[in-house]
């Protein structure tokens, strides 16, 4: 049995552990990976199995998979697990919508004022609210390498609230109750999605169900918690074992499968030397993901080629993550503040996770 992780005082947030700094890390990776492609550039990539934004961006899902899930068990309660995921979400969204449409806009469209906000196209910019992602600002990053888009990231955001959705419902008609169901699913999906799909040899895949399989791979991962945290180097082996298998038998992304979400989850569970103080001035993972893709579109457009490749990058990274702080500071911990709490007289967790006396957890957000 593990002892519960202990959560900061005020934020409410879980100490001990380096979740903070693999998200961190995840959301630098992707605006490093983007910054090749957004600069006419090929991205690094492992293999041809993903480029190493999407590599990041599987992290991201694996891990907000577990933690979801484990906020799930410890509160089974539908309306407020729907309010947590609403506060963590929206909030940051609509502040990036705002500053898109009334600041990045203007600021760099090659239309007129008048003409840029008489246009249809920079109101839908906000449909994004209802995750309906717009690309596109009328004008605005015309000769840029990626023309006219203005975040090519939000697209992930649609297919995270369709997983919490999924975990939602499956909680209310009371199938999460069933500890080894989503462990077996998940299985089931993942030898459909790479023996049906066949993406190494057809060179096609669905992102969404791809997402959704590593989603669900963390999923499962919080059910089995007191298994692998029994035993987690055995965990460990008998991942590498099947994802070399899986390597050697031409599936590739059977491995990832097989190692990645393991390896985040676990290795995030531990308190890191270096890692673990990663959330001592806020998370600005989340940030960092929505803000990094405009940032980056803006400073190409305004300083290449006087700054160069390198030089934009650090440039992109630097004004991201100020601007990611900020909104942590300013929005993002404001609004999880207004997070509804269990109350004392709330019914027990289940036995998933009373055996593993598992911490309540902030998850985070893609």
């Known amino acids: 049995m593990t002892e ?33 492609a957004l600069t006419g550039k090929p991205e690094p990539a492992l293999g041809n199995i993903h480029s190493l934004g999407g590599m990041a961006v599987l992290v991201f899902f694996s891990l907000s ?10 509160d089974p309660h539908a309306w407020r697990f729907v309010a947590r995921r609403a506060l963590r979400i929206w909030p940051a969204l609509g502040l990036l919508c705002v500053l898109s449409v009334f600041f990045l806009g203007p600021l760099v469209t090659k239309l007129s004022l008048t003409d840029y906000f008489s246009a249809p196209d920079t109101w839908k910019y906000f449909h994004a609210l209802r995750l309906k992602i717009m690309y596109e600002l009328p004008g ?6 990626k023309a006219g888009v203005v975040n090519g990231s939000l697209w992930t955001i ?37 023996g049906v799909g066949k993406p190494e040899i057809l060179g096609q895949r669905s992102y969404n169900r791809e997402m959704f399989i590593f989603f669900f791979c963390g999923s499962a991962l919080s059910f089995l918690q007191r298994f692998w945290q029994a035993r987690p180097w055995h965990w460990l082996a008998a991942c590498l074992v099947t994802a070399l298998a899986a390597w050697l038998m031409g599936r590739p992304y059977l491995a990832v499968v097989c190692i990645l979400p393991y390896l985040v989850v676990w290795g995030g569970s531990l308190p890191l030397p270096g890692l673990r103080h990663a959330g001592h001035w806020g998370d600005p993972s989340y940030g960092m993901y929505l803000y990094a893709f405009p940032i980056q579109q803006w400073v190409i457009a305004s300083t290449l080629p006087n700054l160069g490749f390198a030089g934009s990058m650090a440039l992109s990274l630097a004004l991201t993550t100020a601007m990611a702080y900020l909104s942590w500071h300013a929005l993002e911990k404001h609004a999880l503040r207004l997070k509804p709490r269990r109350s004392h007289s709330a019914r027990p967790a289940p036995v998933a996770l009373q055996a593993s006396s598992a911490p309540q957890a902030s998850p985070p957000t893609t």
Do not use: K
Not at 7 to 25: E, F, L, V
Not at 65 to 74: A, R
Not at 140 to 145: G, K, L, M, Q, S
């Open 4 to 36: 519960p992780l202990a959560t900061d005082a005020r934020t409410h947030r879980p100490r001990g552990n380096s979740y903070d700094a693999i998200r961190i890390m995840a959301a630098a990776s992707v605006l490093v990976s983007h910054h090749f």
């Open 65 to 74: 998979g577990y933690l979801v899930t484990q906020s799930w068990l410890v």
């Open 140 to 145: 605005v990053f015309e000769t840029n390498a």
């Open 158 to 194: 649609p297919v995270e609230v369709r997983c919490y959705v999924t975990v939602v419902v499956l909680g209310a008609v009371g199938l999460l109750r069933i500890r080894w169901l989503i462990p077996a699913a998940v299985v089931v999906a993942a030898l459909w999605f790479i």
